[in-house]
């Protein structure tokens, strides 16, 4: 990285020689770098990234169980998707597995999602509706466990954190086919 | 009539004929008004339209205003840039009120310098800018089972074409170091949903665009203001809007946005992933629902042709339901992943018959039907809709859904 940085540093130096240039081809320096932008603080990357992929390495430290979640989503949660996941009138959370392949396909978590990081995630970055971005990790990570044993995915004690959710098996982690298309004969 | 009457009649009957006037023409036709006897309105400036100019968006009605759907009134447009103020919308968490001044894009993750940028900063790399068309991936979603929407506004108006300029993504993150094992690029914008999309690297380093501008100017509030990407020919959803972060990793993160949504249920349970790319469409613009009836005679059948993965090389119009089809004039230039504009003379006899459109494109793609879609993708399909859309003519003169 130091390497890197003086190489930063002399791409900045060649800015006012670049912009005299009008070659095709000759407008990045000879790295191929114009020396915009300015290095990113680690703790400001830290403060922003919050996406958690399946493997959950950006989990935060915290957890939850599903006794503990039971509240925060009756608190924060089911004013919108009815008081046990199923009632809606939004998104149904809870139910559906089996029902894919039918005539009247419900697709919820429990039936669909193939990751179970996607729920903490989505949870912690837009919900609730009314007050994105509200829950502590611990709410999240509860409220998760919550929706996850209501589905019958984990158990009514199961502690989620950063080293279980990124564990758990979701019914249909194997339901996702890649896109063919062109499809059609 | 001499000035000196003409002036004291304007100024008795501004806005409607009466009497002598409307017996001369036949009926009540508003009266124009002789705009060459006052001073007109000074110079403005920033420019609004005629006050008798008054399409507008159509809104999908939702229990969540800052998290449905605007479309675009596609039948009363003309060529194929759609006016911003026009541009159909769809958020998930409202549109953010951002100051460009302190805005930042974050590069990180699989790179060799996680770099910030300012506005100013990106706007420093070359330029490249594009006339292309954005759809939402739902766009024609009431179709899948039959005629649903009430008009072309309703079927087919989450699909919008504008010049886009900004910086290539691929400057920007090659800026960064991209390493060797990057194959995702992580896209999160800074609204009430911090929205996320994951974007395959080959694409970002092809054709993406880190756009500032839309005709001419600033994005748009409700178009991503201060920055967006612009992702051709792939479903709107991933143009990510008011984008704040871009993070490459060797593996998708399976978002809520490319797993719960934005993704195809089949008849066998299965779901397709990653179905980016929104096929070859067009549709009929005028005849279409909702306009005035038609009167026989003369009518030129226009509408419009895109398709995510190149050029529209055809469009083919048929007048008798489907008995017999006639190529369509295209209106140049035809560029790819745009709206291409299609026009057929037609002289409508007074008898009920159907009307519809089918395009190709340079991949050799031919718009299916809505039967060859279903036979495929079964019932329960909701994205990637892009069946030939038929009109119905009464023989009062009607359009309609059919």
């Known amino acids: ?185 | 009539m001499g000035s000196i009457n003409r002036r004291h009649f304007f100024r008795r009957a501004q806005h409607f004929v009466t009497g002598l006037a409307g017996g001369m023409l036949g009926g009540t036709l508003p009266s124009a008004a002789d705009t060459t006897l006052v001073q007109g309105a000074p110079a403005s400036g920033y420019g609004a339209r005629s006050r008798f100019e008054t399409i507008k968006r159509w809104i999908t009605p939702s229990r969540y205003p800052t998290a449905t759907a605007s479309w675009t009134p596609l039948a009363e447009l003309e060529g194929v840039v759609t006016p911003s103020a026009l541009h159909y919308e769809r958020h998930h968490g409202g549109v953010p009120d951002i100051d460009p001044q302190a805005h930042r894009l974050l590069v990180h993750g699989r790179v060799a310098r996680p770099l910030e940028f300012t506005l100013d900063e990106l706007r420093r790399f070359p330029l490249v800018q594009r006339v292309c068309f954005l759809e939402c991936s739902g766009n024609g979603y009431r179709e899948w089972s039959g005629p649903g929407g009430a008009d072309v506004q309703q079927t087919h108006g989450l699909t919008s074409c504008s010049e886009w300029a900004g910086a290539r993504l691929a400057d920007v993150l090659h800026e960064c170091g991209i390493e060797p094992d990057a194959r995702w690029v992580l896209a999160e914008g800074a609204d009430g949903a911090a929205m996320t999309r994951a974007i395959p690297l080959d694409k970002c380093l092809d054709d993406v665009i880190l756009a500032y501008a839309q005709n001419g100017e600033a994005l748009r509030p409700e178009q991503g203001y201060p920055l967006r990407l612009l992702v051709p020919g792939f479903e709107g959803s991933i143009s990510v809007k008011w984008l704040r972060r871009l993070k490459l990793g060797t593996q998708a993160w399976r978002t809520r946005e490319e797993t719960s949504k934005y993704t195809d249920l089949l008849p066998d349970g299965s779901a397709r992933e990653f179905s980016f790319v929104m096929e070859a469409k067009s549709v009929i613009t005028r005849p279409s629902p909702g306009g005035a009836p038609l009167t026989s005679g003369f009518h030129e059948i226009r509408g419009l042709a895109w398709s995510g993965r190149g050029r529209v090389t055809r469009v083919e119009v048929t007048t008798d339901g489907g008995r017999s089809w006639q190529d369509a004039r295209l209106h140049g230039p035809v560029l790819p992943i745009c709206h291409t504009r299609f026009t057929l003379p037609w002289r409508w006899d007074g008898a009920a018959t159907r009307i519809a459109s089918r395009c190709h494109d340079e991949t050799g793609y031919v718009q299916p039907t809505r039967e060859v879609l279903r036979a495929v993708r079964g019932d329960h399909s909701f994205y990637h809709y892009n069946g030939i859309q038929c009109w119905q003519v009464d023989g009062d003169g009607r359009v309609r859904n059919a």
Not at chain 1, 14 to 23: D, G, I, Q, S
Not at chain 1, 40 to 57: K, S, T
Not at chain 1, 155 to 168: M, Q, W
């Open chain 1, 1 to 185: 990285m130091r390497e890197q940085g003086r190489h930063y540093r002399a791409a900045l130096a060649l800015v006012p020689v670049l912009a005299a240039t009008t070659v095709a081809g000759a407008d990045a320096g000879d790295d191929g770098r114009y020396g915009l932008g300015h290095a990113a603080a680690p703790a400001h990357i830290a403060a922003q990234d919050i996406a958690i992929a399946p493997n959950g390495a950006e989990l935060p430290p915290g957890g939850g169980d599903a006794r503990t979640g039971a509240a925060v989503y009756a608190a924060r949660c089911a004013a919108c998707h009815g008081s046990s996941g199923r009632e809606g009138p939004d998104p149904v959370l809870v139910g559906g597995q089996g029902t894919l392949a039918s005539d009247a396909p419900l697709q919820t978590i429990g039936s669909y999602w193939p990751y179970a990081t996607t729920v903490f995630d989505y949870v912690r970055r837009a919900m609730p509706f009314t007050a994105p971005g509200s829950l502590t990790p611990d709410e999240v990570y509860a409220v998760t466990a919550f929706l996850l044993h209501a589905n019958g995915i984990i158990e009514a004690d199961t502690v989620l954190d950063r080293e279980t959710l990124p564990a758990v098996v979701m019914p249909n982690r194997d339901g996702f086919v890649p896109d063919p298309r062109p499809d059609l004969p």
